[in-house]
């Protein structure tokens, strides 16, 4: 290799450790709080269910200019945010054997996780300077059952106190979308609708 040839691969390489660092130094990294969840909520012909975890495996990072709300682009990612749920680790509080049935139906044992991959969100509204709250339109996946959908909704927003963030979103959907047939118990006749509500609540501080 000539010399030249060395001097420009060289400076390659040194403009892009450069410009990876800048993008890392304009975001920072999150961890979740003890308190964050996720919960699938859903109806059977005789009662509502509800199966709620704290388990929650995450890559969640954001914008740093994304703290001054009012000067931050509508058009600009907030950050990147990825999160999978351990089927097995969902459960209701009385726990039964409908905690069995759905686990059996979202096919735990071939899929065992529930993931989110945010493939794009921007800041939608600003619902309260004053209390630093608020909306994004998220653009992105969920895999369920091994079966990937696209999905867009809004997240909740807010910044608290000792650099904490807060952010809950809510979606419903149809089990049989994802391939899932739903569950029965008691020989049929405890029957479960279609319809779920998928939320999840996270707190984040900064690494």
Not at 1 to 19: A, E, H, I
Not at 28 to 49: A, P
Not at 66 to 76: A, C, G, I, S
Not at 88 to 106: P, W, Y
Request: hydrophobic share 35%.
């Amino acid at each position: 290799m000539s010399y030249y040839m060395r001097v420009k691969s060289s400076f390659l390489l040194l403009l892009g450790c450069f410009c990876l660092f800048f993008l890392q130094a304009q975001q920072t990294s999150y961890t979740l709080s003890e308190e964050s969840s996720f919960s699938i909520k859903g109806k059977t012909n005789v009662s509502d269910w509800t199966i709620t975890t704290s388990e929650i495996k995450h890559e969640i990072s954001l914008e740093n200019s994304l703290k001054d709300l009012e000067d931050f682009p509508e058009d600009k990612p907030v950050g990147d945010v990825t999160f999978s749920i351990p089927v097995n680790s969902l459960s209701s509080d009385g726990g039964g054997i409908m905690d069995d049935r759905i686990k059996k139906a979202l096919k735990a044992d071939k899929h065992p996780e529930i993931t989110y991959l945010l493939n794009r969100g921007t800041l939608k509204e600003i619902t309260s300077s004053k209390e630093s709250t608020f909306v994004v339109h998220a653009s992105g996946q969920i895999t369920l059952a091994g079966i990937k959908r696209r999905v867009e909704f809004p997240i909740k927003g807010q910044f608290m106190d000792d650099g904490l963030i807060k952010l809950e979103g809510v979606y419903d959907m149809q089990m049989t979308k994802f391939s899932v047939k739903p569950p029965s118990a008691m020989y049929g006749q405890i029957q479960t609708e279609d319809e779920i509500r998928v939320r999840f609540s996270l707190t984040l501080y900064p690494n």
